[in-house]
């Protein structure tokens, strides 16, 4: 689970920003109690702000920390694809990142300081017994392992200046490394700000549902995985991969009974004269209407149930794993009753055994009715157009009540965070004030 993520220098953010996971309010049941700590982890947690104020850039900067982990070793060759703040000292000064993770019980500690041109310092640290001990540490060019980690000296033969250590580290049988990578990696990022696999068709406009929801449907094998809700969300026989993905979809109520598979031949034009041909999965949703069943092509369902689709396969993979999912602009994506279900979906230890984190943006003020004082995260921007990030269980340094109404209090601008809209220039523009 993670315990704190921090960023400083990257995109709209300048100055150290700290989203924590630890509990204010310990005694409920969406707080997982974590003994090693001796505090309880959220399952949730929630940005809220103004439109350009920063919030999308918490999620994009946990995402790049997971992708970089993935990619440095094999695609940063001549310069490191990082963002810093463009304005002020930004471009000169270095960019960092902090993930700290419980992973079987044992709090990890990842440390990256780096410009476009070099990592500058990079630290893997564990907390075996509460006492913080070194897996790896690199300054520069050098790198130094814990005592007794000498499978893991073949990092130094493939370390470069754009290289991650710990992208280079994963490849050996270490399971402090292998253990704490692979909890990263398994983190999923969904939301309009994603990028969507490759458009098919001549109007551009028609994209597939992704192979990770699409999976989940698929007719059940001998090797399908047993329910991640032990017996089912409900009933005593546990239920296959495609029986969760459909009951997840029926959550909805938008009307679908049953999902189609099938396979279609997609031809396309290469060079010359050359067609290629391709398969390509398919999917219908089977629609009731009375005593009617009727599929209807993924393209000619609406915005809200392609999303609702799409997001099925992120949200079991990550409640089977216990991982994350961060979703950016989730009011954007969803009607406020489904981003309700998803919210209950993560806070209910039945349907998430397994401590699955969900960290989202949103603007609708009425998803504050569903999250606790401790879940909610405010964005702003100050005089330097830099995002600051706050606690509102903290807010003005003093602690919002466990039983205030925190949609009232947003909304009448009790916790900032809100636009501060002028109409003045606007007014002047159309004429209408001199």
Same mark, same amino acid.
């Given at each position: 689970?993670?315990?704190?993520?921090?960023?400083s220098n990257y995109r709209s953010i300048l100055d150290a920003a700290e989203l924590s996971m630890i509990a204010v309010d310990q005694d409920r049941v969406e707080a997982r109690?974590?003994?090693?700590?001796?505090?309880?982890?959220?399952?949730?947690?929630?940005?809220?702000?103004?439109?350009?104020?920063?919030?999308?850039?918490?999620?994009?900067?946990?995402?790049?920390?997971?992708?970089?982990?993935?990619?440095?070793?094999?695609?940063?060759?001549?310069?490191?694809?990082?963002?810093?703040?463009?304005?002020?000292?930004?471009?000169?000064?270095?960019?960092?990142?902090?993930?700290?993770?419980l992973i079987g019980g044992i709090r990890f500690e990842y440390i990256l300081e780096l410009n476009r041109e070099a990592v500058q310092y990079e630290g893997l640290f564990h907390?075996?017994?509460?006492?913080?001990?070194?897996?790896?540490?690199?300054?520069?060019?050098?790198?130094?392992?814990?005592?007794?980690?000498?499978?893991?000296?073949?990092?130094?033969?493939?370390?470069?200046?754009?290289?991650?250590?710990?992208?280079?580290?994963?490849?050996?049988?270490?399971?402090?490394?292998?253990?704490?990578?692979?909890?990263?990696?398994?983190?999923?990022?969904?939301?309009?700000?994603?990028?969507?696999?490759?458009?098919?068709?001549?109007?551009?406009?028609?994209?597939?549902?992704?192979?990770?929801?699409?999976?989940?449907?698929?007719?059940?094998?001998?090797?399908?995985?047993?329910?991640?809700?032990?017996?089912?969300?409900?009933?005593?026989?546990?239920?296959?991969?495609?029986?969760?993905?459909?009951?997840?979809?029926?959550?909805?109520?938008?009307?679908?009974?049953?999902?189609?598979?099938?396979?279609?031949?997609?031809?396309?034009?290469?060079?010359?004269?050359?067609?290629?041909?391709?398969?390509?999965?398919?999917?219908?949703?089977?629609h009731r209407a009375a005593e009617e069943r009727v599929p209807l092509d993924f393209i000619a369902e609406s915005e809200g149930t392609r999303t609702w689709f799409q997001l099925?396969?992120?949200?079991?993979?990550?409640?089977?794993? @216990?991982?994350? +999912?961060? =979703?950016?602009?989730? %009011?954007? *994506? #969803?009607?406020?009753? &489904?981003?309700?279900?998803?919210?209950? $979906?993560?806070?209910?230890?039945?349907?998430?055994?397994? @401590?699955?984190? +969900?960290? =989202?943006?949103?603007? %609708?003020? *009425? #998803?504050?009715?569903? &999250?606790?004082?401790?879940?909610?995260? $405010?964005?702003?921007?100050?005089?330097?157009?830099?995002?600051?990030?706050?606690?509102?269980?903290?807010?003005?340094?003093?602690?919002?009540?466990?039983?205030?109404?925190?949609?009232?209090?947003? $909304?009448?601008?009790?916790?900032?965070?809100?636009?501060?809209?002028?109409?003045?220039?606007?007014?002047?523009?159309?004429?209408?004030?001199?």
């Amino acid at each position: 689970m993670l315990i704190r993520f921090e960023v400083s220098n990257y995109r709209s953010i300048l100055d150290a920003a700290e989203l924590s996971m630890i509990a204010v309010d310990q005694d409920r049941v969406e707080a997982r109690r974590t003994a090693l700590l001796g505090e309880s982890l959220l399952v949730v947690a929630a940005v809220f702000g103004p439109n350009a104020s920063g919030k999308s850039n918490i999620i994009a900067a946990f995402t790049w920390i997971r992708e970089a982990v993935q990619n440095s070793l094999r695609s940063w060759d001549h310069e490191i694809p990082v963002e810093p703040f463009a304005f002020g000292d930004g471009p000169t000064r270095s960019s960092e990142f902090v993930v700290e993770s419980l992973i079987g019980g044992i709090r990890f500690e990842y440390i990256l300081e780096l410009n476009r041109e070099a990592v500058q310092y990079e630290g893997l640290f564990h907390y075996p017994e509460k006492k913080r001990r070194r897996i790896f540490e690199r300054e520069g060019s050098e790198l130094k392992l814990q005592r007794g980690l000498g499978n893991l000296s073949g990092t130094r033969e493939l370390l470069t200046d754009y290289t991650l250590a710990l992208s280079v580290a994963r490849r050996f049988d270490e399971p402090l490394v292998s253990g704490f990578v692979r909890d990263l990696l398994r983190a999923q990022t969904f939301g309009p700000s994603v990028r969507r696999p490759r458009s098919f068709g001549s109007s551009g406009s028609y994209q597939p549902p992704s192979r990770s929801t699409l999976r989940w449907f698929e007719p059940p094998s001998p090797n399908d995985h047993q329910s991640l809700f032990g017996a089912g969300i409900a009933g005593d026989i546990p239920r296959t991969d495609r029986e969760q993905a459909l009951a997840l979809l029926k959550l909805a109520d938008l009307g679908i009974v049953d999902v189609l598979i099938e396979e279609e031949e997609m031809r396309f034009q290469s060079s010359g004269e050359t067609v290629a041909v391709r398969s390509q999965k398919r999917a219908r949703l089977v629609h009731r209407a009375a005593e009617e069943r009727v599929p209807l092509d993924f393209i000619a369902e609406s915005e809200g149930t392609r999303t609702w689709f799409q997001l099925i396969g992120p949200v079991l993979s990550v409640l089977q794993s @216990g991982s994350l +999912l961060l =979703f950016d602009e989730l %009011d954007a *994506s #969803l009607h406020p009753t &489904l981003s309700a279900q998803l919210i209950r $979906l993560f806070h209910d230890p039945a349907t998430n055994p397994n @401590g699955a984190q +969900l960290i =989202f943006t949103s603007h %609708d003020t *009425s #998803l504050l009715n569903h &999250l606790n004082r401790d879940e909610v995260w $405010l964005t702003e921007k100050v005089d330097t157009g830099a995002t600051r990030l706050g606690a509102l269980a903290e807010f003005a340094g003093e602690r919002v009540r466990k039983s205030q109404n925190l949609e009232n209090a947003y $909304l009448h601008g009790r916790f900032g965070a809100l636009p501060d809209v002028d109409q003045t220039d606007f007014l002047r523009a159309l004429g209408l004030i001199g």
